[in-house]
Structure formats: structure tokens, C-alpha cells
């Protein structure tokens, strides 16, 4: 089992900056993934940015340049840098980390931080 407590969201102007952050517990296997996605009202969840435990990034198109992700291996937390934020941005932020078992894909989940960019 892995527990991730996330921290971070609040109430940003555009343009603004947040930092966002998720600590692992429990039974940290590797290789594995952390990451960040987010859920927007009326809108599916998506994927905001990874990191592998082997130092890989992705983001998703619309962050690029103005989202940072990186991590602490020692410290099992992540991290998602967001500057220039804008209305787009605003959403229900998760936690994700996630590592291929023997028997197949695990998945965990954050309780979520809400970020919210207005005037």
C-alpha cells in the first residue's frame, strides 16, 4: 500500500504561481511514476505531468514552459512548479503514483488540491 498526502493548492490571480506538492508512504516500489493530473468541472480528467523515478518528464502540451514537475527520490515527494497560471488552469489536482507489479499496473491516488486562478 502507498499513501500520498498532497499539499500546495489555493486561490491564485493569472499569473501567478503555485507550488504543489505529494509525499509518498508505505511500500515505495521501483521503477515507478509519480505525477500530477487534474479535473476541471465538466471536463475528464487529464494528465498534467510525470516523472519516472529514472528521471523522465512529460507534460502535457498547454503546461509547457510554465510548469516545472521534479522530485525527491530520498524524500518520495513530488513536485509541480506552475508559474504564468492561467483560468484554464483551475482544477481539482491529484497525486498519482504508480509502478508495474507482477500481476499487473497499481495505480494510487491523493485525496486532491484544488487550484483555483482568478481575479
Known amino acids: 500500500q502507498v499513501q500520498l498526502v498532497e499539499s500546495g493548492g489555493g486561490l491564485v490571480q493569472p499569473g501567478g504561481s503555485l507550488r504543489l506538492s505529494c509525499a509518498a508512504s508505505?511500500?515505495?516500489?521501483?521503477?515507478?511514476?509519480m505525477g500530477w493530473y487534474r479535473h476541471a468541472p465538466g471536463k475528464e480528467r487529464e494528465l498534467v505531468a510525470t516523472?519516472?523515478?529514472?528521471?523522465?518528464?512529460n507534460y502535457r502540451d498547454s503546461v509547457k514552459g510554465r510548469f516545472t514537475i521534479f522530485r525527491d527520490n530520498a524524500k518520495n515527494t513530488v513536485y509541480l512548479q506552475m508559474n504564468d497560471l492561467k483560468p484554464e488552469d483551475t482544477g481539482v489536482y491529484y497525486c498519482?503514483?504508480?509502478?508495474?507489479?507482477?500481476?499487473?499496473?497499481?495505480?494510487?491516488w491523493g485525496q486532491g488540491t484544488q487550484v483555483t486562478v482568478s481575479s
Open positions: 498519482n503514483f504508480g509502478y508495474w507489479a507482477l500481476t499487473g499496473r497499481r495505480d494510487y
Open positions: 508505505g511500500i515505495i516500489s521501483s521503477p515507478n511514476t
Open positions: 516523472s519516472t523515478s529514472g528521471g523522465s518528464t
